[in-house]
């Protein structure tokens, strides 16, 4: 029997000629090792491939990255979403993928058809429910077989909602426990902050799979949560903070509900790690910090003029997004009907450089985990947590990305042989947050205090 040939690259960026792709090939070439020598002090990749459908673009966007420098020797690869031989032909080529072709909803399932077949890894920046759900469904069985690690929204969808959750819950600590974390997300820019068309494209898309998300929405074990569920509203101010918040339809609160149904049926990790005694302990360390409580994200802002234009834009996606004749007036007609929030053009280089985001993580609970039993208790404790970085689509995005893809290069052996996981169970447990914080991305205690009675 012939031997297995090993894969040429470490990873390959599908994708690279879109407006974030290229932005996560920028990211990626900081950590390419140029050096000859095959030790590093620092965690590189020893090569990298960008593949997509033109390979003109593909070496524009390489230029692109690189300026004013000249490009390095990169492989260029021609692969279509829509010809499953030559996204095999990618998956024997690497080790890992990272998928930045969207709509995922049309896109992203052959990709991840591709890597579940041929053992590849697997990682996007999605942030679309219906998308994750059906390839959790259709693919975990498969990937876990050959070897595929899979795991979708690891960009700004979703991974400071998951990580920036775990790092909340793990401050409840002795007997204090949460009932409810809520995460208000803000942006601040000296530029007027205007959205890339993708996104946009996805969140017209999302409204369309809202019926066929609740017809397959999938039955999960739900953890213990202490104290009574919270009555949300649907405009909140929250003070401490400064903000008003309105919910925000995102897929943050769903992997986060997913990671801890998933810590809830394998409460020391996940089943048939291939680590050693050690990572064992340190992943059951881990796990057993963290608390479950309800959690949900809202988008904040300092006035109440700017949150009725977040609802005003909510309200026209939800409206024509249902129809195709609706659809097809928001995606030729982006700027208006958004009130100028998203464009075909997308930002500028100068609105990304100029804009930041936080986002805060306001938890209610109880200093004893008794007061909980008692149940018409009110939470006597809050803490407050804050994760805060750069533009969050095209600079953290990239950034989580990467991170994510080194982690995986380097930690591969400590983590499960294969399966679809969202970003909190794989990365959790790992450095990825250390990671994150040396490149910009802080995560902070900001109080604990008791609340009046």
């Not at 032909?89 to 991840?112: D, M, S, Y």
């Not at 202490?226 to 509203?233: A, F, L, Q």
Request: hydrophobic share 40%; proline share 7%; glycine share 10%.
């Amino acid at each position: 029997m012939a031997a297995t040939a090993k894969p040429m690259f470490d990873v390959v960026i599908l994708g690279a000629t879109g407006f974030t792709g290229k932005h996560v090939l920028k990211e990626a070439l900081k950590f390419l090792n140029t050096s000859t020598s095959t030790s590093s002090s620092t965690l590189n990749f020893n090569s990298i491939a960008i593949a997509g459908r033109d390979p003109s673009r593909l070496l524009q966007s390489l230029q692109w990255a690189t300026r004013p420098d000249p490009p390095p020797s990169i492989p260029i690869i021609i692969a279509d979403t829509s010809d499953a031989p030559s996204l095999r032909a990618i998956c024997a080529q690497t080790r890992l993928l990272l998928n930045c072709v969207g709509p995922f909803r049309r896109h992203g399932e052959p990709v991840v058809a591709a890597c579940a077949e041929t053992g590849c890894d697997y990682l996007d920046i999605t942030g679309e429910t219906e998308f994750m759900e059906r390839v959790n469904r259709t693919y975990h069985e498969k990937a876990l077989k050959n070897g595929s690690l899979v795991v979708s929204a690891c960009g700004f969808d979703s991974v400071p909602a998951e990580m920036g959750f775990l790092f909340h819950s793990r401050q409840w600590v002795d007997r204090a426990v949460p009932n409810r974390v809520e995460a208000y997300l803000s942006l601040d820019s000296k530029k007027r902050i205007v959205g890339n068309f993708g996104t946009f494209e996805s969140a017209v898309l999302a409204v369309a799979d809202l019926k066929e998300m609740q017809r397959s929405k999938p039955t999960r074990v739900s953890p213990v949560i202490p104290g009574p569920p919270p009555k949300g509203e649907i405009i909140e101010h929250q003070k401490k903070i400064g903000l008003w918040g309105v919910h925000l339809p995102s897929a943050d609160a769903t992997l986060v509900g997913r990671t801890l149904s998933l810590l809830t049926e394998n409460p020391h990790g996940l089943p048939g790690l291939n680590e050693n005694d050690e990572m064992v302990e340190k992943r059951k360390a881990f796990w057993s910090s963290v608390k479950p409580a309800h959690f949900g994200v809202k988008l904040g802002a300092k006035s109440l003029l700017h949150m009725f234009g977040f609802i005003m834009i909510g309200l026209i996606i939800g409206v024509l997004g249902r129809f195709s004749f609706g659809r097809w007036l928001l995606l030729k007609y982006p700027s208006i009907f958004s009130l100028g929030g998203f464009s075909k053009k997308g930002p500028s280089e100068e609105g990304i450089a100029s804009t930041s985001f936080k986002m805060w993580f306001i938890g209610h609970g109880f200093s004893n985990e008794s007061l909980a039993a008692e149940g018409n208790t009110k939470p006597d404790m809050e803490i407050v947590t804050r994760i805060m970085g750069p533009e969050m689509g095209y600079v953290t995005t990239p950034i989580i990305l990467i991170q994510c893809a080194l982690v995986l290069h380097s930690q591969r052996n400590n983590l499960p042989k294969g399966g679809v996981y969202p970003p909190g169970i794989i990365f959790g447990p790992t450095d990825l947050q250390e990671r994150l914080q040396q490149n910009g991305i802080s995560f902070d205690v900001i109080s604990k205090s008791t609340l009046s009675s």
